[in-house]
């Protein structure tokens, strides 16, 4: 199979909008791949890399593929790449594999050699998508919704069992293998198993309780219809259908036991048990047999306050000096949710249910769980959360399944978020739907003393499409020099940037960075002069950092 149409089809599905337009483009390219190549072509598709990580960094993709760009303009015979590329798919995958196993003494030089070696064989859209692919990148819209749409229809296998098999392995080139292979009997093996961590379900933001309240009665609309409830749900009545809970600035942890064996894996389900030891004993307290449970970790002052997320963070991924560091900065746990305990699997149980089994097999390790009546008393309890240090609350319908890997409406985190109005530095072109824009923006903020712009971060979120069209006219009008994937532009436009809150990064001049920044609006009444000072975003952070 060439690797050419593979590219082809990513390119497609990146440039049609309509949902079953990619469906169909995917569907057409999974029927005529052969079955040993389906699990990674669906994993290229999907922006991963079927061999895992390679060893090398950012700077190794850019300066290959900036070295290849400058042979092809010096070549005197004027070759065309694109015409004379005969690369298919296994050889991708041979050569991948070939720098992904490279180690040793001057490995770092080999595997340089071997991605170039890879890169001249390619055709520029090839080379393209291989380094977007290798540099995290490719968000080309075949995802897990489509994708799952796509292969239900070229394997002619359940939706339903291929969204199933999806949620309990979180691994879609698997699911995709499965499919083809062995049909819906196969895909109906899939289970929820102890040591196999599910992908986390997920909240999706809204700004206030009041946008939580609307959000919670067409959700509970929804579960209705479903149950065949003739009844809308009702306002005056839902805050009785929902649980609240603090939303602790922790890092996301699965607890999986089985006797006396437990691993706890993180947000992106790598194996961090050696790293948390307290959490691994914490567990193997619990009275059960098996259990797995979803929580989150976070580290202390010695006042009892919650350290900002960055410094939990420190724990993870240790596997020298555990001892020490957890003497440094000892970590707590507290959890929300149940879904399995002793032979009972849970994930299709309702909230409450998954809840009353948590409380019973974690005690006082279980995050506190509020129910209110109305609007007001979430009110009170949200100014209490706040009071107290944490970011915010959680908002769940007490009648929702777990859905692993989905960012629905069942959940909800009511988060205030900080403002600053910074100053765009440059921007970097996007990809995927967004190729042809100016997207990833380069945000600095004045320093009142030098009088010079500090850059805390960049964000490509929040971005509409008439706002991508309007700032890629208005920075181009403003470039000062490029680079291949980067315009830098005269410090001229001013936007409004939320943000959680300022974390400490060596990454950036000031030392701190912006956390989970997006765009609210572009300030067209305000220009650098006007913009917030380093002053102000050192004041956010040490409010953040006050307590440690």
């Not at 991708?92 to 770092?108: C, D, M, N, P, W």
């Not at 080139?173 to 499919?179: I, L």
């Not at 089985?258 to 194996?271: A, E, I, K, P, T």
């Not at 850059?455 to 700032?471: N, Y």
Request: hydrophobic fraction near 40%.
């Amino acid at each position: 199979m060439q690797f050419a149409l593979l590219v082809e089809t990513a390119r497609k599905v990146a440039s049609r909008g309509a949902r079953k337009s990619k469906q169909e483009a995917l569907a057409n390219l999974l029927r005529s791949t052969p079955e040993e190549l389906i699990r990674p072509a669906v994993a290229m598709l999907s922006g991963e890399l079927p061999t895992g990580r390679l060893g090398i960094g950012y700077a190794g993709v850019r300066n290959a593929s900036a070295a290849i760009a400058s042979q092809d303009q010096e070549q005197s015979d004027g070759r065309d790449a694109a015409e004379q590329s005969e690369l298919s798919v296994s050889d991708v995958l041979e050569r991948l594999a070939a720098i992904a196993s490279t180690s040793g003494r001057g490995s770092k030089a080999i595997k340089n050699e071997l991605l170039v070696a890879l890169l001249s064989s390619a055709s520029a859209d090839e080379r393209d998508f291989l380094c977007r692919l290798l540099l995290g990148e490719l968000r080309q819209g075949a995802l897990a919704g489509v994708m799952v749409e796509a292969l239900g229809q070229a394997a002619d296998v359940s939706r339903a069992n291929v969204r199933r098999a999806v949620m309990l392995s979180g691994d879609l080139p698997a699911v995709a293998e499965a499919a083809f292979g062995g049909g819906d009997l196969a895909l109906r093996g899939f289970r929820l198993e102890i040591f196999r961590p599910l992908q986390p379900m997920l909240a999706s933001p809204v700004e206030d309780l009041t946008a939580a309240e609307a959000r919670c009665v067409t959700t509970a609309t929804s579960l209705d219809r479903k149950n065949l409830v003739e009844d809308e749900a009702d306002a005056t009545q839902i805050w009785k259908r929902v649980s609240l809970e603090p939303k602790i600035d922790g890092a996301r942890v699965q607890v999986h036991r089985q006797g006396d064996q437990v691993r706890v894996y993180s947000r992106q389900l790598n194996d961090v048990s050696r790293s948390v030891p307290e959490v691994v004993e914490l567990a193997l307290s619990w009275d059960c047999e098996a259990a797995v449970v979803d929580g989150e970790c976070y580290a202390v002052t010695d006042g009892g306050t919650i350290r900002p997320f960055q410094e939990t963070m420190r724990r993870f991924g240790r596997k020298q000096n555990v001892k020490q560091l957890r003497e440094q900065l000892p970590l707590h746990s507290r959890f929300f949710d149940c879904l399995y305990r002793d032979d009972h699997d849970l994930v299709d149980s309702p909230y409450a249910e998954r809840r009353a089994t948590l409380e019973d097999l974690v005690g006082e390790a279980a995050i506190p769980r509020l129910l209110v009546g109305s609007l007001a008393e979430a009110e009170s309890c949200l100014e209490l959360a706040l009071e107290q240090g944490h970011e915010g609350l959680m908002a769940k319908m007490n009648e929702s399944s777990y859905e692993a890997g989905s960012r629905g409406f069942a959940w909800l985190k009511v988060k205030p978020a900080h403002t600053l109005d910074l100053v765009v530095l440059a921007a970097e072109w996007g990809s995927g739907r967004r190729e042809g824009w100016l997207s990833n923006l380069h945000l600095g903020a004045r320093d009142d003393k030098t009088g010079e712009l500090v850059m805390l971060g960049k964000t490509f979120k929040g971005l509409t499409d008439e706002t991508l069209t309007w700032q890629t006219e208005k920075l181009l009008a403003l470039e000062t020099s490029r680079t291949q994937w980067v315009v830098h532009v005269e410090p001229r436009l001013v936007v409004e940037i939320a943000f959680n809150n300022i974390q400490a990064s060596p990454h950036y001049p000031a030392g701190m960075a912006l956390r989970f920044a997006r765009v609210k609006r572009y300030r067209k009444d305000k220009d650098p002069s006007s913009a917030s000072t380093l002053d102000e975003v050192r004041a956010h952070f040490e409010r953040d950092h006050g307590a440690g």
